[in-house]
Structures are given as C-alpha cells and as structure tokens.
C-alpha cells in the first residue's frame, strides 16, 4: 500500500466563459483567485485556480475556460461532484442564500447542492473540518467555503477503482445508498465518495466537467515512490512533468477517470508576491514570447 497520498491536492475541470467561471468563484464561493496563467499545452485558454489564501493543497480548484466548448455530457467515469467544507453554523445561511438549493444528509452530514455556471455540481458540506487559511474576499469569513470536503468518482463498476483506491491508501468507511465511502490517512480533503452508478451512461467531456482530480504527496522523492508502487501495480504513468506550481505525474483509472498525482512543493508564491497573488497574468517561459498577443486575446479578469 501507497503511504505517501495525504488527500486532494487540487481538482482541475473546464469552463465555457471565462469571465462567469472566475465571478463565481471568487465572488459567489469567496475563493480567492491565487494564479492567473495559460494552459502551458495550449496558451490561447487561461488556466486559473482558485483557492485559500496562500493556495494550500486540497483547497484547489482549477479551471480552462474553452470559449463555446459544449456542455458536458453527465456520467459514469468522471468525477460526480466537488465538495466543500463550510462550517456548520453557515450551510443554514447557505441554504436561505440559495433558497431552490437541494439540502440532503450523507453519512451524517448535512449538506447543500448548488449548481456552478457550467452546470457543475457543487456541494457544501456542513463540517468543522476546514482545509487551509480563510481569505478575506467578498464572503463574510464565517460562510466561506475553507477547502475541499472530498469529492465524488462515478463509476459503472467498483472492484477496480476499490483496488486502486485502497493501494493509494485510502480505507473504505461504509456504503449509503450508491455510495461508499473512502478516507486517506491525512488532514486535507481526505475524503473520496466512489458513487456506483451503472445506470449511468458514460459521461462526454465539455464545459463543466472535471478533466482530472490530483492527489497530493509532499515532495517529489515521495511522488517517485508512488510512482514505481503504481507502475508495479500495472498502471501506465506519465514521466514527472513540471507544472512550476507542483510536479505532475498522470494515469488513467480502471474507471475512466485521470488522476494526478501533484507535490505539495513548490507551491503558488514562487513566481509572484502572496500579497498580489493571481492578479498579473503569469507565463511560463516557453510562452513569454506570446506575452502581448495573448494579454489581447484574453477576456479581462
Ligand atoms: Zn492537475
């Protein structure tokens, strides 16, 4: 079994706008935007991410706004939700917020579904477990969403992704309903929700679906260490990639879905001040040149 997985490290998915995507996040959630970038495979779309103050892993979320692309297709191999933890007194003031808001309870949790700008599925969590450091956005701190609770993985078939999960270390804690749940020895979004849902018919990439979630190791001689446990195991892993906010290795699931395995180092304060994190746009070398064609193209944020 892989010791080194302490949770979610960030969750990336796509956008249609751009402009939507980034109000929603940083105004209707209260995430602070901590890196305005390009997708470094693909300049012409930004890559943003949104996060706690500082960008602690587990908080955060990142997004390639594709102008036009289609709306996703819901279903099984991707991931079915993200869940944020709120505190328990706000997901009340939530609810009276977003009064047509679905409210459930899942393994004793109370919790809040509110649907994102792309048709995304978000859902507050009411837990006093908070990830992170508050930022003081345009939320009152007490209602701001503090990190990833845990997020859902839809699948048609569960013995697989069981193995898998339970070889990155993550400890199943109990079915309800289509859902079991998995907990990883850590203190960051620890919490993984494998939904079986055969159902379901497979879901189709577009604007509002996750692309990949990534899970957090705390540097790289960890991240080479679960990469030989997860090629001994038979997965085919991508060589370590340098994403310059963390390191990257990928694979694809028995289910369907891609994981990424993302270090904690170096973090999002290595190439712009904490204090004006996420307002310049931010390019990797290789794109430097594109500088003034792309501050252009890109809508304002
Ligand atoms: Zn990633």
Do not use: C
């Amino acid at each position: 079994m892989i010791e080194h997985i302490t949770g979610i490290h960030h969750i990336t998915a796509m956008a249609s706008d751009a402009v939507a995507n980034n109000t929603f996040f940083t105004q209707s959630l209260g995430q602070r935007r901590v890196k305005k970038t390009v997708n470094f495979d693909a300049p012409e779309v930004y890559h943003l991410y949104y996060a706690d103050r500082v960008g602690t892993p587990g908080t955060v979320m990142t997004y390639f706004p594709f102008p036009d692309i289609s709306r996703a297709r819901r279903g099984v191999g991707e991931v079915g939700h993200i869940a944020y933890a709120v505190p328990e007194t706000a997901l009340a003031e939530w609810a009276r917020q977003y009064r047509g808001a679905r409210r459930d309870t899942l393994f004793d949790e109370d919790r809040l579904h509110l649907t994102g700008p792309d048709g995304e599925a978000i859902i507050l969590v009411a837990t006093d477990n908070a990830v992170g450091q508050l930022w003081s956005g345009t939320l009152d701190p007490a209602l701001a969403p503090r990190g990833f609770h845990s997020a859902s993985l839809r699948v048609a078939e569960a013995e697989e992704m069981d193995a898998l999960l339970r070889l990155m270390g993550y400890v199943p804690e109990g079915t309800q309903g289509s859902v079991t749940r998995y907990r990883v020895r850590g203190k960051r979004a620890s919490v993984l929700d494998l939904d079986l849902r055969p159902d379901m018919p497979r879901a189709t990439q577009g604007a509002g679906s996750v692309h990949h979630i990534a899970f957090a190791v705390p540097d790289r001689e960890a991240q080479l260490t679960v990469r030989k446990a997860l090629i001994a195991a038979g997965y085919n892993v991508t060589p370590v990639i340098d994403r310059s906010y963390f390191w990257a290795i990928y694979f694809r699931t028995p289910g369907g879905i891609l994981f990424e395995i993302a270090t904690d180092e170096p973090g999002f304060a290595t190439d712009e001040p904490l204090d004006t994190l996420g307002e310049a746009l931010l390019l990797p070398p290789q794109h430097e040149s594109l500088r003034a064609v792309l501050e252009r193209a890109l809508p304002a944020l």
